[in-house]
């Protein structure tokens, strides 16, 4: 009787001594070639040319198709003429801040925060800073004396 109080006692303590297994899952997003680069919090990415979203994770577009969100494989445009934008978004329904990424995203040059424009250059995506000085042909300065003036500056900084 003891011997089994014992036994009972030991395979308690052994139950409770048992560690339960956590799975852990790492995501790796990869981006498209024609997007910038994300974040593994990021999920969409606003295009401004089609008024619609790409879902990094599952590589499809969300476009509205006649009245209704619609998740499809192609956007019917060279994804390469895009100029999307990362959006603080996770979920099903990245259309609930349509209205805040077009007011956002309107009038500025490519869909892109002030400042910014995407240009491609062999295939590669680049994002220039369009309030950085000219700088491809040297000796043309910004338009202003053709790069020809002597370093002294006229008025005030």
């Known amino acids: 009787m003891k011997l089994l ?3 009972a006692a030991g395979l308690f303590a052994l139950t409770l001594h048992t560690t339960t297994a956590q799975a852990q899952v790492n995501i790796n997003i ?3 070639s ?3 680069a994300v974040g593994p919090n990021t999920q969409y990415y606003y295009i401004p040319e089609v008024d619609g979203y790409y879902d990094v994770r599952d590589r499809q577009y969300v476009l509205l198709r006649d009245g209704r969100w619609a998740r499809v494989t192609n956007a019917g445009r060279d994804p390469r003429t ?3 934008v990362v959006v603080d978004y996770v ?4 259309w ?6 077009r007011t956002k995203y309107k009038g500025h040059p490519h869909g892109m925060p002030p400042g910014q424009a995407k240009k491609m250059r062999g295939g590669q ?3 220039i800073n369009q309030n950085a000085a000219y700088q491809d ?10 790069g020809h003036g002597n370093g002294k500056g006229k008025g005030k900084h």
């Open 125 to 127: 995506t680049v994002i």
């Open 34 to 36: 024609w997007g910038p």
């Open 82 to 84: 895009f100029h999307p």
């Open 137 to 146: 042909h040297p000796g043309k300065g910004n338009g202003q004396g053709n």
């Open 5 to 7: 109080k014992i036994a």
């Open 30 to 32: 990869t981006p498209p």
């Open 96 to 101: 609930v801040r349509i209205e805040e990424y």
């Open 91 to 94: 979920g099903a329904q990245p």
